[in-house]
């Protein structure tokens, strides 16, 4: 076992230093998004009758299912509001962060063939996810650290902050775990975090499901990790116990990973790799078709977790309409009647589905990077196909795909709700919002194609459009973002079922101007430089 672990702290050195950049922006946005909205509720909701308010409205299923399992709903104080409402945000942020650590130093130095080069040296078998669970220990105590230290800047007890702190890091261990054990079993870094994006979803929804059944957690709760960190009930009633759960899953995740490098081929994955043709389909005639090809699986991924969040989102709609009851007169009367608080929760999940084809159009445009470094795009163009309908091709199939997820989840949203809930021009409404978005996905997917076109290392900076206008969509309303850095979004410019407006017709042009001159500054970028550039 020690020769197998020979080199972990030289790889380990390796990945501190390939992460200097990207580690402290993670650890940075974490605790000033928990500082800064921590600090925000504490000043929207000073009275204990505000809070009260906002209580109700976080213990229908659809607050339960976006936040909590509902702890201290009686009692509301700043403390369990946070742990309520801010938990599974930042729980699946920092999940995401650790499947990509784990991937990253894992199976993506082995496609990229470093990994076979330093095994060819005094390097062991087992130094690789050595260095790479190190590294997300590392990162869990930092996140450990900035989460309890956001909410001792709150002055909330010290022993619950330490424990929702812990609960986040824990976090990064699981899904680190389950990162490593997603890179043995796909031959590809892609593949890999496909998987633990997969088991994340279901995470979410088995847990988010389970809470509504029985609030403050069913049986079903119990199959999800991150329940096992809001059931710690932190500035409620503290219990330690339920992070050994989260501890024992990444300690057998973990050496189940190990165990299961031993059983594989240096490079391959245990996953069966299905042969391909010996030669190409008819329908492969050029760059947009391959486009298509080598993004199938990864599309109909994101299609069906989108369709499924359609699915709950709209079974979700006559419960909304159920608990409109609950709430206060005056909360009654700003709402306008029980119809415009479903028609408002409908707007919320057009809203978290565009967010997500968002994210669609932007992973697609950012495969150009991985086009180039595995030598698919200079074959390519070695062949009679110009640069920029290679380039164009790539933008085409961002937009066109992310929009016919999104018309489709759509669709299915709709048929969800109608089949529950009598809303009236439910089809005709959301189809109409969905038009409305089509020209902020053509933005994303321009956004992206010119970080790439100027600079492929850079693709990473393509994320940063979709980080915000996440936050300003979803956490907009709760953080009292300025008006002026709402305006900057361009989901905010949409069509809305609850107040019965059209979208802003000039805003909309804008954004489809821009997004026009940014994707010919791509094809102006891109025709003058090298391929590959490392």
Known sequence: MTRELQGTAT?????????????????????????????????????AEERQVRATIMGQPSGIFMGGPGYGLDDYTVGAMMANEYTLFIVVAVAIMALQ????????????????????????????????????LITATLITLVCAGSMLMLDLPAQDSWAFGAGIGVQVLVFGAVGLLCAQLSSTPRGAMGLGLAVLGVA???????????????????????????????????RWWPLLLAVGLTLLATLAAMSLQS?????????????GRSHAASYLR???????????????????????????????APSMRDSFADLPASYQAIMGGSDRAVQGFLDLAMTTLACGAAALAVALASRLHGEETD???ELVLSLPVARIRWLLSWWALAFVVSAVVLLLSTLVLAATTDAVITVDGVYSGLLLIWATYLPALTLFASLAVLVYALSPRL?????????????????????????????????????????????DAAALTWISTVA???AALAVAAFRRRDIPRD
């Open 459 to 503: 693709t990473v900076l393509a994320w940063v459009p979709v980080l915000f206008v996440v936050i300003v969509a979803i956490l907009g309303p709760l953080l009292s973002v300025p008006s002026w850095v709402t305006d900057l979004s361009p989901f905010h410019h949409v069509a809305r079922l609850a107040s019965d407006s059209a979208a």
């Open 204 to 238: 979410v929804v088995v847990r988010g499901v389970g809470d509504i059944m029985e609030l403050q957690g069913s049986w079903l709760s119990w199959f999800s990790p991150i329940a096992w960190s809001m059931q710690t009930r932190a500035f409620v009633e503290l």
């Open 286 to 316: 050029g760059p947009l078709s391959l486009g298509v090809r080598l993004t199938r699986t990864s599309n109909i991924t994101w299609l069906i977790a989108l369709v499924l969040l359609a699915v709950t989102y709209g079974s979700l």
């Open 375 to 377: 030598s698919r795009t």
């Open 11 to 47: 790889l380990l050195k390796l990945a501190l230093k390939r992460d200097r950049i990207r580690l402290p922006i993670w650890v940075v946005a974490v605790g000033l998004l928990l500082a800064g909205g921590g600090q925000e509720l504490a000043q929207v909701f000073s009275s």
């Open 516 to 518: 026009v001159l940014t």
């Open 101 to 136: 650590t784990a991937v990253r130093h894992t199976r993506g130095e082995e496609s990229a063939g470093r990994i076979e080069l330093l095994r060819s040296t005094r390097v062991g078998r087992h130094a690789a996810p050595a260095a790479a669970t190190v590294m997300l």
């Open 263 to 275: 059983r594989r081929d240096l490079d391959a994955g245990l996953l069966p790799q299905r042969s």
